[in-house]
């Protein structure tokens, strides 16, 4: 009965044994397979990476150009009579409170009136002076 029991158990773990050495192959092969697929979708992220990469590069040179040119265009004088309350704070020393009290001025037949009607400091007239207009 020990010997038959014996047998029986030696059996047993050779069919387990067999068992989980199919699964280890069967798990083998399936992580080839997913590793060669992983391998392919990284090539077709590489080359799509060097694409944008590449259109990235373009772009940030057109910006560049944009901003060169941009600041290589001297400003537009400032029209006070009609620019926003956001336009005048563009101007040097213009916070928000002194474009409204600006635009509560309005309107100006002169850029010298700016100053003079006591809207803003001689100083921040100065600053400004060159870039408003009146029309």
């Known amino acids: 009965m020990k010997t038959l ?5 030696a059996i047993s773990l050779l069919l387990i044994s067999a068992c989980s050495n199919q699964d280890t192959e069967k ?15 990284s090539k077709v992220a590489a080359v799509e990476l060097k694409k944008d990469a590449k259109q990235a590069a373009v772009q940030g040179k057109a910006i560049a150009e944009g901003v060169k040119q941009g600041l290589s265009t001297p400003d537009k004088p400032v029209n006070i009579n009609a620019a926003s309350k956001t336009k005048l704070q563009t101007l040097p020393g213009i916070d928000e409170e002194t474009a409204g009290r600006i635009i509560k001025g309005r309107p100006y037949h002169t850029t010298d009136e ?3 009607k006591g809207v803003i400091s001689p100083e921040q007239f ?10």
């Not at 029991?5 to 158990?9: G, T």
């Not at 100065?126 to 029309?135: G, L, M």
């Open 5 to 9: 029991l014996a047998a029986a158990l």
């Open 27 to 41: 798990t083998k092969q399936e992580a080839a397979k997913a590793t060669e697929q992983i391998k392919e979708g």
């Open 126 to 135: 100065n600053a400004i002076k060159d870039k408003i207009v009146v029309r």
């Open 114 to 116: 700016v100053g003079t």
